[in-house]
């Protein structure tokens, strides 16, 4: 299983941003996915997630109204839309794949596999 981030980069307050993750190795249409993310100097916390056919979504409270979780199965891509963003966005941002089952988690331990992160550094 290979869950492969990419977008990141250096961004400046209130710009936007559009993280993808390509899945390979697992049946990506049955599963649910989520993201998370790790400021520098914080533990790893939950950003949203999707289900397998992407009808349904959860987010952090902190992430709900800036942030949109999307999914094409087509091409085994789950995407994260960020919107003006905030210095405190800064973070290396994860995929994460349950190894069976179509909840929409939102903790860490539901969760099996994980991708290499992408780091997302807002600075002016």
């Known amino acids: 299983v290979q869950l492969q981030a990419s977008g990141g980069g250096l961004v400046q307050p209130g710009d936007s941003l559009r993280l993808s993750c390509a899945a390979s190795?697992?049946?990506?249409?049955?599963?649910?996915m989520g993201w998370f993310r790790q400021a520098p100097g914080k533990e790893r916390e939950f950003v949203a997630s999707i289900s397998a056919s992407g009808m349904s979504t959860s987010y952090a409270r902190s992430t709900q109204f800036r942030f949109t979780i999307s999914r094409d199965n087509a091409k085994n891509t789950v995407y994260l839309q960020i919107n003006s963003l905030k210095f405190e966005d800064t973070a290396v941002y994860y995929c994460?794949?349950?190894?069976?089952?179509?909840?929409?988690?939102?903790?860490?331990?539901?969760?099996?596999?994980w991708g290499q992160g992408t780091l997302v550094t807002v600075s002016s």
């Open positions: 190795g697992l049946t990506f249409s049955s599963l649910a």
């Open positions: 994460a794949a349950p190894g069976i089952g179509d909840t929409v988690a939102v903790e860490e331990y539901e969760y099996k596999y």
